[in-house]
């Protein structure tokens, strides 16, 4: 989002019809690499952070340095993080690609998308039919344990967290899509969250479990971040799809592009920090106008 003191937006393209035709233009060149954030996965029941009815505006998200504590501060925050998460996780498991997701594999099956950069941690790229995505920020599918880095199955520490917690959710209400978090949690009262029994890593067998994502205030492995900035060379375009770019961990591929003269193109509706800047600014409804260039490419 624009913050005091950038530059006024440049007028963007909010007519859905034009918007697609404007993308399918500059798709149809091929080459493209996609940077994708939360705004994508808002029709597949998944709120982002900052949008008209984003989380941050309700809900704070826990950060490395709190998940990581020592002694019961730590403890507190982590057994608050995985008691929130074990009710919002099976919400963020059941969620299907929309046809956004659709539309970006199909691109990239048609040699039109080279790849997506992804901020989200949903794994839902992939499951539309992506075959070459970098989870910049990881996946909820996987844990990591913080003692011997062993990782393991999302869906297997649900099946052990369900055990050692049998009957800790009583009358709960399962927790509608829109009130789950991108980062897969939901909130909780407090007094539910003390009575929470949280698990340590299997193979080791006392490591402390953390989620294979990474939290606020954490840097992205440089591997990861290098590959991203080396995908960002290699393109024609980079097309921005539903993010803010209010992070840098994502902002900073639009910079990089920038300084080598490579075409930013923002798909996002609603305010970016790249929109003075971008080439072409595409305020419309992500959906329609992703599957709106699918069509008029053929």
Wanted: glycine share 12%.
């Amino acid at each position: 989002m624009r913050r005091p003191g950038d530059p006024a937006p440049r007028p963007g393209v909010t007519d859905p019809a034009e918007a697609a035709r404007r993308l399918a233009e500059v798709v149809g060149r091929g080459g493209a690499v996609v940077l994708s954030g939360a705004g994508l996965s808002t029709d597949s029941g998944i709120p982002d952070y900052r949008g008209p009815r984003g989380s941050l505006r309700r809900h704070t998200p826990m950060t490395y340095q709190e998940f990581t504590a020592a002694g019961a501060e730590g403890e507190a925050a982590r057994r608050r993080y995985w008691a929130r998460s074990h009710v919002g996780w099976r919400v963020v498991a059941r969620s299907r690609p929309n046809d956004g997701h659709r539309a970006v594999a199909a691109m990239e099956a048609r040699g039109r998308v080279t790849g997506t950069i992804t901020q989200n941690v949903d794994g839902l790229h992939q499951a539309g039919g992506s075959r070459d995505v970098v989870e910049l920020h990881g996946s909820l599918d996987r844990v990591v344990c913080l003692s011997c880095r062993a990782t393991s199955d999302r869906g297997r520490l649900d099946d052990r967290l369900r055990l050692a917690n049998e009957g800790w959710r009583g009358s709960l209400p399962e927790p509608p899509p829109g009130e789950v978090n991108p980062d897969g949690d939901v909130d909780l009262p407090e007094e539910v969250v003390t009575r929470f029994v949280v698990v340590p890593c299997e193979s080791c067998g006392s490591g402390p479990l953390k989620p294979d994502v990474v939290f606020f205030g954490e840097s992205v492995p440089r591997p990861r971040v290098d590959d991203c900035f080396a995908r960002v060379d290699a393109a024609r375009t980079l097309l921005v799809l539903g993010s803010s770019l209010t992070v840098m961990s994502g902002y900073r591929f639009v910079l990089h592009a920038r300084r080598a003269g490579t075409p930013v193109v923002v798909l996002v509706q609603g305010e970016t920090r790249a929109d003075a800047t971008a080439d072409l600014r595409l305020d419309a409804p992500l959906t329609p106008v992703l599957v709106g260039a699918v069509r008029l490419l053929g």
